[in-house]
Every structure is written in structure tokens, then in C-alpha cells.
DNA sequence: CAGCAAGTGTTGACGTTGTCAACACCGTGC
DNA sequence: GCACGGTGTTGACAACGTCAACACTTGCTG
């Protein structure tokens, strides 16, 4: 045994953390995809990063403003899987369904991520002004390739945002049911992902001659 | 003072209770609609229905089962308003949007409840049996309506689980972004509400002339 | 009618959790 | 070289879900 009990020379790890606030954000989101947001306790992360149950609170207000941040990180990665969903097609109606297909699929293989930034642990009257940018982000990439859409002729010319949200509703619908296990009547999951987006287009397509 | 300290004679309540599993449940209820379901504690109904901490461990197995409970009453109400909508009107058309109305009308004025039927809290790899059935029945009542509207040559001659879980995708995304706050971007509820029904009923109408 | 068993409700206690207050350490700028 | 703000620690507390042991009540069996 080392006879040194107090004083230890050169500590692994130094008093300061460094970027304390990186670690318990990865540690957090880790944590979440592994045991689920309810499994999620803060003296576990503290423990799992190497560092005291409340050191957390020096960067997070509570427990909630750490979800916040969780919940913002998730919205800044689906607009990126998003847009990189449009810009690898041709700014067209298949990059269109691309895009869907990785809006689901963003939250299929991330559900407790995808729970936290919708399943009201976050906001609840709280406005985060970060949260909200993100957020924002990411709805603004479905309404750039929409507007795109439209402006080709292959979408009906209505109103942008309520079309957007349209789009919106029917992606997030079948995402968190999917997430839910509640899709189990229908038969393969990636038929109804085809079928749902493809009357999803059938809607709001413009059928005008050209 | 009443100087009976001990021995109260008329107790007003009796040890047994009658029907406390219902009280529970009501009770519950009452009290995830004015605080949310994270607002709930065992504690706290208990106190409430007037009965002590543990005694709903002899009804209930466990927080979950009694959440469980309260989703399952949660689906069959919503089943109700669905077939009520839909009798109310001709079995047409028209009646089918009632339907999508009344699906998000349900969730938008009994949001705890709603979330608590698909937020995650219940199941979770568990299954109910009773609270299969009560979704079920739910469903049920949404590919009735599908089926008639079929047979009638409204609406696509397609599978019909796929039909409707297309549907149901839709109006239950709608109901939870409302419920989340997320739909500040739109303008008037309604109108998304009536537009979104509107491009759903387009995407999966029967176009062939008659 | 005696008594016993199952059902129902109570009290006490335990471990876990989020959070606050008070204290210790560290690095930087005067 | 020293004060100070930022960062991390320990101790403590109340609230919560849950278990174990006990008490009351009801209904059945003999």
C-alpha cells in the first residue's frame, strides 16, 4: 500500500475538472440512452464522471435545466441529420421522403433522447432560450425544403407554416408511437414508414398541370 | 373538547373503506389533471381519499400499476368519444373529421391524462392485458370508421391497419405537440387542426370517379 | 356459536433521491 | 502576496416508494 494516506502527489485527476460541464452533458445523455430518463439520478452521473454528487449544480441549475440541455443538443442533431438528409438528394420530393425517413429514424434509434425533448420533462411554462433556438432550427429546416417545394411546383402553394407543421405532426406521430411500442397491429415498421410518408405526399402534393 | 379521547364512538368513516380502489383511481385522476403526472405521490391520494399511505399497495401492486389503471380508464374514454363523434354524424365524411376532432380535442383538454396513456410512464416491455384491450378497443373504433368509408368508395381500398394507423399517426401527433407547446408557431389551433384534417382526408381519398 | 382464514388498513422503518448550506480548494488580477 | 470569484466537497434534510409486521373486519366452516 502506498504510504502516503493525505497529501498524494501528482493526483490523477486535478481539483478543477477542466469541462465539467461537457462531461456531465455526455455522461448524462449516455446514462438516458442506456437506463431511460426515469433511470436518470444525478449522483449517479456525478459518480459515473469521477467528481460529487452536487458539483453538478456549479452548471446546472436543478435537474431539469440539465434535461434542458440534453433535450437542446438532441434538437441540434436532428436539424443536422435532417438538412444532411435533403442535401444528399436533389432538393426533390425522394430527398423529401429522405427526409422524413430521418426524422423517424432519428428518434427510433435515439427514443430516450427523442422522450426527453418531447415528452414534457423539459419547459412546462419554463422558457429556455437556447432550447428554443434549437428547436426552432430544426422546424426551419423542414420549412426551407418545403418552401423549396413549393416554389418547383411539386407542393401545393398554402400557407408555409401550416403546412411545415402538418409535415411535423405526421413524422412526430410516428416516431413516438413507434418509440412507444404502440405500432405492434401494424405489420413491418418500414412499410408503414413508406406508406404513411407516401400519403403524406398524396396530400399536400400540387396537382395542378404544369 | 369532546372528552372521548380514546374509542371514538360513530367513527364517520369505517375501517373498511368499500370501494377504495375506485376512490384511488378517481382521486388520482383528479389530481394528475391539476398537477401533472410528475406532480403525483402515493402519499398524497392516500391522504387525500382519506386513508393511510400503504393502504393502496392492497389494490394496487405498485406506482406504475396504479398509472397503468388510470391509462386504461384514459383509452376507453377516448373510444367513447370517438364512436360518439363519429354516430353523431351520418357515417360519412363529414363524421370522420368530427372523429379527428374529438381524438385531439380528448388530449388537448385532459393533457395529464393523455400523457400518462402514452407518455412512457405505463408499459415499458409490460404488458396489461386490460390495458391492451382498452387500446384496442380505441383503435377498433378509428378502423370502423375507415372500413365504412372504404366500403362507401370515400377513401383508398388500401390495408386497412396501415389506413389507420396513418391516421392515427397524424392526429396523435398533432394532439401532442399541442399538449407540448409546441404549435406557438402556427397561428390559430384550429385552423392547423382543420387544415391538417383536411390534407390527411386528401392523401388517403378515393380519386377514381365513380 | 366458536374460531379461523382471507381481505383490508395501519404504523414503523429503510434506502434513494434532489437540493440546500457551509466549507475547502484553485487560479487569476491587483 | 493576497483577496476574490469560480469550482468542488461534505453534511444534512425532507420527501418519496416500498417492505415488513401488526391490527381490525368480514365471512366461511365446523
Given amino acids: 500500500m502506498s504510504p502516503a494516506k493525505r497529501a498524494p502527489r501528482k493526483p490523477p485527476r486535478p481539483y478543477h475538472h477542466g469541462n465539467l460541464r461537457r462531461a456531465l452533458l455526455d455522461e448524462a445523455l449516455v446514462t438516458i440512452r442506456a437506463e431511460g430518463v426515469e433511470g436518470l439520478t444525478l449522483r449517479e452521473i456525478g459518480a459515473r464522471v469521477g467528481v460529487s454528487r452536487t458539483a453538478l449544480y456549479r452548471h446546472f441549475a436543478d435537474k431539469r435545466a440539465l434535461l434542458t440541455a440534453v433535450a437542446t443538443e438532441g434538437f441540434r442533431t436532428l436539424r443536422e441529420q435532417l438538412v444532411s438528409a435533403w442535401d444528399a438528394g436533389g432538393h426533390d420530393d ?30 412546462a411554462e419554463v422558457h429556455d432560450p437556447e432550447l428554443e433556438v434549437e428547436a426552432e432550427g430544426a422546424f426551419q429546416a423542414l420549412v426551407d425544403a418545403l418552401a423549396a417545394l413549393q416554389r418547383d411546383g411539386v407542393m401545393r402553394a398554402e400557407d408555409i407554416a401550416l403546412m411545415a407543421t402538418h409535415v411535423w405532426s405526421l413524422v412526430h406521430g410516428v416516431a413516438t408511437l413507434a418509440i412507444d411500442g404502440q405500432l ?21 402534393a400540387d396537382t395542378r398541370k404544369a
Avoid: C, E, K
Wanted: proline letters at 2%.
Fill in 94 to 123: 425522394a430527398a423529401f421522403q429522405a427526409m422524413g425517413v430521418a426524422y423517424i429514424g432519428f428518434a427510433v434509434a435515439n427514443p430516450s433522447h427523442y422522450r426527453v425533448m418531447f415528452g414534457g420533462f423539459v419547459h
Fill in 184 to 204: 405492434h397491429r401494424t405489420g413491418a415498421f418500414d412499410d408503414l414508414v413508406r406508406y404513411s410518408l407516401a400519403r403524406l405526399r398524396t396530400g399536400i
